[in-house]
């Protein structure tokens, strides 16, 4: 069965910081890129960020690039997004999802688009307050 478990969302004020996990399991980690989505109230799902397991490539979007940062843990099948300075814009459910081709997913930018990737999880809450 394939699982992608986040955690690490919470209630942050405006400045401070969040890091958030992805236990991934039930496939093969190192040919998958790994990548972070988020949709706020009434907006668009998001792509945030994305790596890929096999080489370490990134992707973030341009709205948190400077403050995000993705790394990954192949030891553990697990990805963490460290967020800092955070703000009310960030306020969101973020989800943790999977793209089959690890390199290739990053390269050609498919994991930006969240009907392009194959698995999901059931997503973990962040609240930034002003």
């Known amino acids: 069965e394939v699982q992608l478990v986040e955690s690490g969302g919470g209630l942050v004020q405006a400045g401070g910081s969040l890091r958030l996990s992805c236990a991934a399991s039930?496939?093969?980690?190192?040919?998958?890129?790994i990548g972070w989505f988020r949709q706020a109230p009434g907006k668009e799902r998001e792509g945030v960020s994305c790596?890929?397991?096999?080489?370490?490539?990134?992707y973030y979007g341009d709205s948190v690039k400077g403050r995000f940062t993705i790394s990954s843990d192949n030891a553990k099948n697990t990805v963490y997004l460290q967020m800092n300075s955070l703000l009310p814009e960030d306020t969101a459910v973020y989800y943790c999802?999977?793209?089959?081709?690890?390199?290739?997913?990053?390269?050609?930018?498919?994991?930006?688009?969240?009907?392009?990737?194959?698995?999901w999880g059931k997503g973990t809450l962040v609240t930034v307050s002003s």
């Open positions: 999802a999977a793209r089959k081709g690890a390199r290739e997913s990053v390269v050609a930018g498919h994991c930006a688009f969240y009907y392009r990737m194959d698995y």
């Open positions: 039930g496939f093969t980690f190192e040919d998958y890129a």
């Open positions: 790596i890929s397991s096999s080489d370490g490539m990134t």
